[in-house]
């Protein structure tokens, strides 16, 4: 695609080309186990069976890589099935990784009931404080794990600083990218060794997918990845791969979108008199909005506040909501609240990543930025 350089063209273009029987513009679904060989081993295309390559994941991987600046994309059955393959590929029994003190639920139940009970031992540091990543570090450490803008408390890591402290180390810098998409951010240009991403959110965009992602610009360390990929088989299928494939040909204008409301949704909720704290790097007042502005294209469609009244009102709040939709996840078109404690964060009540109770958080959708503003403010009282 080095003819297509600018970041919209290469998510419409990047990896689908027009199917060389019919010309259609849109990649199949080759909803298809395996392939018939011209003999033995005369694959056509490399591709014999579909756990180890289909055409449909084919083409999404090339646009993955294509869209984070990287050599090599896979794409896998979800968020958490990428996060393992990149965990038993780059470590091993002994091994230590630093994770920030504010993550995705699922992430440090992965590290703290899966990885460490394997022998993978992890340290809890503010990735957005570079000596506190560089004083977790020891002889042991072979990644440091980073969310930017992290989950739920937007906190703001400088991927550059703190790859250059995990290289000095001898370790692998890994940025989850969910939160900020390719679009906003590029992890890989600025330091980082793998990014991942939930394909679930930003990325598929319509709440109907789920599924997950590692780029890296290692060629060597790509091929370890895939390697594991198929020898752990949690691959992404081709009809969740075609519609991730939809939904990247949007980001871009959706992205745009996110951001300009959630930037409007946070200047309401910080006038409001029943807000305490709006956590949205848009915001000047945000620890981190230097550092954002400088890695970040714009600042996201994601923000978390809390309320005067503590963990009952906030509970109440999600519940009182018309246009914004309780649930889970975030990142699709349409609006959604939630209480991380009692949702999405429940793993890691007791632990340094523990979230404040009257912590509420949105995903501002794309709908008309009005209506949004009116069903919060309704909702506040």
């Not at 038993?88 to 002994?94: D, F, K, M």
């Not at 990325?203 to 610009?217: I, N, P, Q, Y």
Request: aromatic content about 6%.
């Amino acid at each position: 695609m080095s003819d297509h350089q600018n970041f919209e063209t290469r998510a419409i273009h990047a990896g689908n080309t027009a199917d060389p029987l019919t010309g259609a513009v849109v990649p199949p679904i080759y909803q298809v186990s395996t392939y018939k060989q011209d003999g033995v081993g005369g694959l056509r295309g490399g591709y014999e069976y579909s756990r180890s390559a289909n055409p449909t994941r084919t083409a999404l991987e090339e646009n993955l890589a294509a869209l984070e600046g990287g050599v090599r994309g896979l794409a896998f059955a979800s968020g958490l099935a990428a996060e393992d393959c990149l965990l038993r590929t780059l470590l091993a029994p002994g091994d230590h990784v630093v994770i920030p003190n504010d993550a995705y639920g699922g992430t440090f139940r992965l590290f703290a009931k899966v990885a460490q009970r394997w022998g993978v031992d992890f340290s809890v540091a503010d990735t957005s404080d570079t000596e506190a990543v560089r004083a977790a570090l020891t002889d042991r450490t072979k990644a440091v794990w980073v969310e930017t803008p992290s989950n739920p408390l937007l906190g703001i890591t400088d991927i550059a600083a703190v790859a250059e402290v995990a290289h000095a180390a001898g370790a692998k810098l890994v940025v989850d990218n969910t939160f900020a998409s390719p679009y906003l951010q590029q992890p890989l240009a600025l330091g980082a060794d793998v990014v991942v991403h939930s394909l679930t959110k930003y990325m598929g965009g319509h709440s109907d997918v789920v599924g997950g992602a590692l780029v890296t610009g290692d060629a060597a360390l790509g091929e370890e990845l895939a390697y594991h990929q198929n020898a752990m088989g949690a691959v992404a299928g081709p009809f969740d791969s075609w519609l991730v494939l939809r939904g990247v040909k949007t980001l871009a204008v959706r992205m745009d979108r996110h951001s300009e409301n959630a930037t409007k949704v946070a200047a309401m909720l910080s006038a409001h008199p029943k807000v305490t704290q709006v956590l949205y790097p848009g915001l000047p007042e945000h620890p981190g909005h230097e550092v954002a502005a400088k890695q970040m294209r714009a600042f996201g469609g994601m923000v978390s506040f809390r309320v005067t009244g503590g963990e009952e009102e906030a509970v109440a709040l999600c519940a009182r909501t018309k246009v914004f939709t309780l649930g889970e996840s975030l990142g699709g078109v349409e609006s959604l609240i939630e209480h991380p404690g009692r949702m999405t964060h429940a793993s890691v009540a007791g632990s340094a990543l523990e979230v404040p109770a009257d912590l509420v958080r949105l995903s501002v959708g794309i709908e008309n930025v009005d209506d949004l503003i009116e069903d919060l403010k309704q909702a506040l009282g």
